[in-house]
């Protein structure tokens, strides 16, 4: 069975400091990750995937297979990431269905 | 261009009525894809379509929950006999399988709520 874990419900951070979001994976093959995120009064959008290994908006996300993560990192958080944040699991060769967390909501502080 | 939408945006309905919830593709999507948000949880997968034919129903939670996408573009969730606990957002994703990119674009979901 596929099963994404996000353990912060809540987090908090102040404008200009490090954030991580925590993701965890449980999944048997090869699997591909997703950041999903969801602004205030918006629909739900993808921010980045572990195959495109780029930097959007200034996060980054490494697939870690070792400790099956995918932790969604920013150096210097920004009023404007506020929003929740939701890790997924598509089967890499499956269904395109995607598994979700039950997602973070990160508050920057000014 | 114009994204996924769904109509209708929110949806009261009592114990035991049947509802049909409304989901329009971005235009030249192949794959549709209906998931259900409970309060506090993330979305949660029911079904996606390849075309026309449902590719994996494996979501769906009981035979109340039926979808349809007959021409390969709009579809319709039914629900029947709506019981409290489907009080749920129920989104609606669209994606071009096969292209460079296969991102899922979401609607801005059904909030449906049973009396």
């Known amino acids: 069975a596929q099963r994404v874990t996000q353990p912060e419900k809540l987090l908090s951070v102040f404008k200009g400091a490090p954030v991580e979001l925590k993701c965890n994976y449980s999944?048997?093959?090869?699997?591909?990750l997703f950041w999903y995120v969801q602004y205030s009064r918006q629909r739900l959008q993808l921010l980045l995937r572990?195959?495109s290994r780029e930097s959007i908006k200034g996060f980054t996300a490494d697939l870690n297979k070792g400790e099956t993560s995918f932790h969604l990192k920013k150096p210097f958080a920004q009023e404007e990431d506020s929003a929740m944040y939701y890790c997924?699991?598509?089967?890499?060769?499956?269904?395109?269905?995607?598994?979700f967390g039950k997602g973070t909501k990160l508050t920057v502080n000014p | 261009g114009a994204g996924v939408s769904q109509t209708p945006s929110n949806k009261v309905t009592e114990k035991g009525k049947y509802v049909e919830l409304r989901c329009d593709p971005i235009?030249?999507?192949?794959?549709l894809y209906w998931y259900r948000q409970s309060l506090g949880q993330g979305p949660e997968f029911l079904i996606y379509?390849?075309?026309?034919?449902?590719?994996?129903d494996s979501g769906l939670p009981n035979d109340r929950f039926f979808a349809v996408r007959p021409e390969g573009s709009v579809s319709t969730l039914k629900i029947q006999r709506t019981e409290r606990g489907d009080s749920a957002v129920y989104l609606c994703?669209?994606?071009?399988?096969?292209?460079?990119?296969?991102?899922?674009?979401f609607g801005p979901g059904t909030r449906l709520t049973v009396l």
């Open positions: 379509f390849q075309g026309t034919g449902a590719a994996d």
């Open positions: 572990h195959i």
């Open positions: 999944y048997s093959g090869s699997p591909e």
């Open positions: 997924a699991l598509k089967a890499q060769g499956g269904s395109e269905k995607l598994v």
């Open positions: 235009s030249g999507h192949t794959a």
């Open positions: 994703a669209s994606s071009s399988l096969g292209a460079i990119t296969d991102t899922q674009y």
